[in-house]
């Protein structure tokens, strides 16, 4: 009703446009106040809080930096730190790799193409949460599946402990991160695959080119904004990771896995540091942004540099 | 979008005499079929795993050495009876599919009026709303959670689903929004120019023309929404304490498993049935599915 009132003078194409801010702002309400009330709001919220010492049930005061100097000394914290810079590194690394492969494979002509493209996503479609929980099965010490057919083919004795020890546990999160996150680069790239001319690798093969080479200075200069992107992603979804941890191994054995996600809700809400943990989450930030910053920035030079235009 | 299927049917065109060198079918098997096989295991083993544990009778799921691990003898829908009479984990699906559809109609609303007005208002400082709409989507729950669960908590919504319905838009709604950008942006604006010149309010425009000639990037925004808030589990597991207001991830991961026992056969029943109505969803339109995940990222 009330963006008929606003459109009343509507006899030249310039008086709209002016009228275009009032409306624009009433078209952008709901949006706004949305993401005002639940996203800048504790966003500040979240730093202020890092700089209180409220706890569950009790109102905090202003303590400086007092929680960063107590997680500076906090071994557990350091830990998590490490912990999340490792899983990011590994399982991004890995996830790039399998990932480009398999979308090298499905850009092929295959037959039941579009069918290995849609159960392929699968991983990606169900929830994190629910697919962990497979993946805990699978991990069982006792009668994880992968351990019983390792036995029987006779590579190992004894059942592997896979979340019992630290760096097997680190291991089995991780690939079970990777499983995850494959689907996502696959698929994604290969959106871009498909956007590569044929004519240039026909070209580049007239000319000499073996495969290699071909992958080497055709396929992956053209795809390297889109792997810029993709990583970009990856690698955010991937450092503020939750669920995994916290399904298959809830930080354990001895702190072993903690992400700084999950220290930071183990401090806050079983914990009650509500000022604590939100310190542990604000700490994420600068790295959120570096990581941003070096795959976004990092990666999209080159097609600067080559003049494309973005 | 137009330019992106005519580029991919272009290549797909291409394609046909391409590298013609790696037809021979040996090495088409080792390079191609192998490694692709490999891949679809890998990535569907947990699933198949899962399914055959939930009908699994319980004497054979521990018993590896008379009963073949990867088959089952005699299926038993015990497990699956014992999750919908004797849990609440049908008041869960309940609660995660309200709960979802609620927050993907509010954020859909939202988002259609925000893109329009950043895409085609152009209102004074559209363009870096549009860029803020993206670095919103890049905010991760997890450094939210904690203040978010303060503020639930003043509201008075902590432990209801009110909770999650408001909470579920701070990431759908940019999602959206950013998503919807990049199809308004696809229709041609002089179709918004002759219904301006011929009298058409924004309202009648945007609700008459832009809409319908949106439809697939509504339906891939909504299927998207959807799956995220029925994905979601962080905000669920923080601002929801009463078992009555759970929701499937939450349910299942904090009553199903109890004690040292794990209870394999239901834990793993209640996984399947709280993954099948988004995978139902989206063997349904796994090409909006695909459009969006690359449409976001693309964009």
Known sequence: ?310 | MNTQAQSESQALTDTSEGMSYLNRLPRRLVVLYLPLAIFVFVLLFPFYWMTITAIKPNAQLTDYNNYSPFWVVGPTLAHIRYLFFETSYPGWLVNTMYVAVASTVLSIAASVFAAYAIERIRFTGARPVGLLIFLAYLVPPSILFIPLAYIVFKFGIYDSKLALIFTYPTFLIPFCTWLLMGYFRSIPFELEESALVDGASRWQILTKIILPLAVPGLISAGIFAFTLSWNEFIYALTFIQSSENKTVPVGVLTELVRGDIFEWGALMAGALFGSLPVVILYSFFVDYYVSSMTGAVKE
């Not at chain 1, 690394?93 to 092929?108: H, R, T």
């Open chain 1, 1 to 310: 009703m009330s963006t008929m009132s606003i459109e009343k003078p509507r006899f030249s194409l310039s008086t709209l446009m002016q009228n275009g801010n009032m409306l624009a702002l009433l078209f952008m309400l709901p949006a706004a106040v949305f993401l005002i009330c639940f996203l800048t709001y504790p966003l500040g919220l979240g730093v202020w809080l890092g700089f209180t010492d409220t706890r569950i049930g009790r109102e905090g005061i202003f303590i400086g930096l007092d929680n960063y100097q107590y997680l500076a000394s906090d071994g557990v914290f350091w830990l998590s730190v490490f912990n999340t810079l490792l899983y990011t590194t590994v399982a991004s690394a890995v996830k790039f790799a399998l990932g480009l492969w398999l979308a090298l494979i499905l850009n092929e002509k295959l037959p039941f193409k579009s069918f290995f493209r849609a159960i392929i996503l699968l991983p990606w479609v169900v929830p994190t949460v629910l697919s962990a929980l497979a993946f805990w099965w699978i991990y069982d010490a006792q009668f994880s599946i992968v351990s019983w057919s390792l036995i029987q083919l006779g590579i190992i004795d004894s059942p592997i402990n896979f979340l019992g020890t630290p760096n097997n546990a680190r291991a089995s999160v991780i690939t079970a991160n990777i499983w995850r996150g494959i689907p996502f680069v696959a698929i994604s790239l290969l959106a871009g695959l498909q956007t590569i001319p044929q004519s240039l690798h026909e070209a580049a093969s007239l000319d000499g080119a073996t495969s290699w080479q071909r992958f080497r200075y055709v396929t992956l200069p053209m795809l390297t904004p889109i792997i810029a992107v993709v990583m970009t992603f990856s690698v955010l979804f991937t450092f503020t990771d939750f669920q995994l941890i916290y399904v298959l191994t809830k930080g354990g054995p001895v702190n072993a896995t903690h992400l700084m996600a999950t220290l930071s809700f183990q401090r806050a809400i079983p914990g009650g540091q509500l000022g604590e943990g939100a310190a542990i989450a604000v700490a994420m930030i600068p790295f959120l942004l570096a990581a941003i910053m070096f795959s976004f920035f990092g990666l999209q030079r080159r097609k600067w540099q080559q003049g494309g235009q973005d």
